[in-house]
């Protein structure tokens, strides 16, 4: 966990103008974007409401417990399914006000997927066409189909595509600068445990979090580098604070 108080490519990118927007070009900030394609993808079907209304939490002690019974391991990691329109007419009646969007992405995605070397459920050339991206530096922000809160559940995707244990201090140097950029947002990297091991990855969401709360043990600085450790939970953690974002990426990704 890097804490900045809340206070460019690589590789060879795998989208073009038409399938995602730069956020710069939105002149909204990054919380603003991420809820407006939150609503989007709400309403086109592919972040499904009913899933949003299943989820059910409890308050046991200083845990919070969530009960989703949709995020069943044999569906989200095949990945979702929808059938493509086949003409432009087709998307019309399928998507009204979302159509232009659904079907140029369509065609774009067909294309990129001839190129492509192995299947990969979050790389733009398997995305379904009803998936909308936006653009940030070398990332890409696309919303979770099988979402772990209601709270606008985000993926923050690498463009190149490379696997999810190769994050390093370039990677960890982007993300503290998202967070920084977009207050109250936490991103999560769950490392090799993630369902997608073949493409690096972040989750993002806005909740706020039980281990945010817990007793903290003071470890030693490292130059601008506050290092503490949790002195009280089931886990084992470290802290990294500091007001200087490149010193922190580097001792974090030194670490």
């Known amino acids: 966990y890097a804490d900045v108080a809340n206070k460019s490519k690589r590789g060879k990118p795998l989208i073009d103008e038409m399938t995602s927007s730069p956020i710069q070009s939105q002149g909204m900030s990054i919380t603003e974007v991420i809820k407006s394609l939150s609503l989007r993808q709400r309403e086109i079907g592919f972040v499904n409401s009913e899933f949003l209304a299943q989820m059910q939490s409890y308050k046991i002690g200083r845990y919070m417990v969530y009960f989703e019974s949709f995020r069943n391991p044999q569906y989200y990691t095949s990945g979702v399914q929808f059938t493509e329109p086949q003409s432009k007419e087709e998307a019309l009646a399928r998507y009204g006000k979302y159509a232009e969007a659904v079907w140029v992405r369509s065609l774009e995605r067909s294309v990129l997927r001839q190129g492509a070397d192995a299947k990969c459920n979050i790389c733009p050339a398997f995305m379904p066409a009803v998936e909308e991206t936006v653009a940030w530096g070398n990332w890409l922000i696309a919303m979770n189909p099988f979402p772990g809160?209601?709270?606008?559940?985000?993926?923050?995707?690498?463009?190149?595509?490379?696997?999810?244990?190769?994050?390093?201090?370039?990677?960890?140097?982007?993300?503290?600068?998202?967070?920084?950029?977009?207050?109250?947002?936490?991103?999560?990297?769950?490392?090799?445990?993630?369902?997608?091991?073949?493409?690096?990855?972040?989750?993002?969401?806005?909740?706020?979090?039980?281990?945010?709360?817990?007793?903290?043990?003071?470890?030693?600085?490292?130059?601008?580098?506050?290092?503490?450790?949790?002195?009280?939970?089931?886990?084992?953690?470290?802290?990294?604070?500091?007001?200087?974002?490149?010193?922190?990426?580097?001792?974090v990704g030194q670490f």
């Open 149 to 251: 809160t209601a709270e606008d559940h985000f993926v923050l995707i690498n463009q190149e595509h490379r696997p999810q244990i190769s994050i390093d201090e370039p990677v960890i140097r982007e993300a503290i600068e998202f967070v920084s950029q977009t207050p109250g947002v936490r991103l999560l990297y769950n490392g090799v445990a993630a369902s997608i091991k073949e493409h690096l990855h972040f989750n993002g969401m806005f909740n706020q979090f039980a281990i945010e709360g817990g007793y903290v043990h003071f470890i030693s600085h490292k130059g601008e580098v506050k290092i503490s450790e949790l002195a009280d939970w089931p886990s084992i953690g470290f802290i990294f604070e500091s007001e200087n974002k490149q010193a922190l990426a580097k001792t």
